[in-house]
């Protein structure tokens, strides 16, 4: 085998040479700072409205967009922000609710609202991977401060009924954050949400740069203070070579869209006959294709990740590697550890070839045979 065949889409994606060539000159020759006056200054500030005009229109070219390092700082800031909100307007609404299987970024970040006076519930899923609705209906109440929820899944590619919590928290007199993290550009987004948190280098973008997207006429308190950069909303002087990157990602995701759905479609039925052997964790009907979490009986996933050195795969979350603990979406799943250590997530996209499948899975499949 040459050079690693890389197989880890949902932990980031390769930055697409448009968008290299894009960034190019607002890291090499156009340094200005996008919030000084001067003339290249606006240039910058210029280059950085246009970025978020681009971002904006897979967000239906409505609302406002502040640009954050990354998704984790989004989430953050539409979590803590959101959650005083709605308390300062009803101190009564001390409940949060979001799903067992989210990403840290949601998860810990809701756990952690504990510590200020805020409930978590935590919601099961079922067998699938999907969110238990029933468990849903009765948590979110005239307590409830906020909801949130993931579109896709990062670890098992499940597409959460996003649509139908939207409802229930707007019912509730809630606001409502969306994780689409690994669904912008990939899958339709929810028709309405008070919140979307989306990030740059999981569309072949680069990484250090993400966003948060707010309904028109939602201001939240800031996370960070300064000099009031980004609507008053995130203080810190802006990139513009990273926002340049992100909007030219986003352009690409919108321009092919399709053509990328029909790609990642291939591969997974490809993929799917590949790995017969295995079962798949989580849901096949309500899933993102690029996404393939298998697990195969006895199988120990660390081992064959080391013998198999030269594909770029993953046992979970890239978050959450090194430390020790097996997947907490898997185990939700009520799969049992062992089964959850046997589990390994290949991601394929855009520059995935489907010889470096048929070759990647063959080398998986001979090291999981050989134990």
């Not at 340049?244 to 997974?268: N, P, S």
Request: some cysteine.
């Amino acid at each position: 085998m040459g050079r690693p065949i890389y197989l880890d889409y949902q932990a980031t994606t390769p930055l697409a040479p448009e968008v290299f060539e894009a960034m190019l000159p607002w890291l090499r020759d156009q340094f200005a700072n996008p919030h000084s006056a001067h003339r290249p200054g606006r240039a910058a500030a210029a280059a950085v409205e246009t970025a978020r005009g681009q971002v904006l229109q897979l967000l239906g070219n409505h609302g406002k967009l502040v640009f954050t390092s990354g998704a984790t700082e989004a989430i953050n800031m539409g979590l803590f922000g959101g959650a005083r909100l709605m308390r300062a307007r009803d101190a009564g609404r001390t409940r949060i609710v979001t799903i067992d299987t989210e990403h840290a970024a949601v998860r810990d970040t809701v756990l952690a609202l504990e510590d200020q006076g805020f409930e978590a519930i935590l919601l099961p899923v079922e067998p699938d991977g999907l969110v238990n609705l029933e468990r849903a209906r009765a948590a979110i109440d005239a307590r409830t401060a906020l909801v949130a929820a993931m579109l896709v899944n990062n670890e098992i590619g499940v597409i959460h009924p996003v649509g139908t919590l939207y409802d229930l928290a707007e019912e509730a007199g809630a606001l409502f954050l969306c994780d689409a993290v690994q669904g912008y550009g990939r899958v339709p987004l929810p028709p309405v949400a008070d919140m979307i948190a989306i990030s740059g280098h999981k569309i072949y973008g680069p990484k250090g740069i993400g966003a948060l997207w707010l309904r028109d006429g939602l201001d939240l308190p800031p996370l960070m203070f300064g000099g009031g950069q980004e609507q008053g909303m995130r203080s810190g002087t802006l990139s513009p070579g990273l926002c340049v990157g992100f909007g030219q990602a986003a352009k690409l995701m919108r321009e092919r869209f399709e053509t990328d759905a029909v790609h990642v479609g291939a591969l997974w039925e490809r993929a799917v006959e590949l790995f017969a052997g295995w079962n798949i964790n989580g849901s096949t009907a309500r899933r993102y294709h690029g996404n393939l979490n298998i697990r195969r009986e006895g199988l120990d996933a660390g081992r064959l990740m080391s013998e198999c050195r030269d594909i770029a795969f993953s046992l979970g979350s890239a978050c959450a590697s090194g430390s020790g603990r097996s997947s907490h979406v898997l185990r939700a799943l009520g799969i049992g550890e062992k089964a959850a250590r046997s589990s390994i997530r290949i991601g394929f996209g855009r520059y995935t070839t489907l010889d470096e499948l048929e070759e990647a899975a063959a080398a998986i499949n001979m090291a999981a045979d050989r134990q």
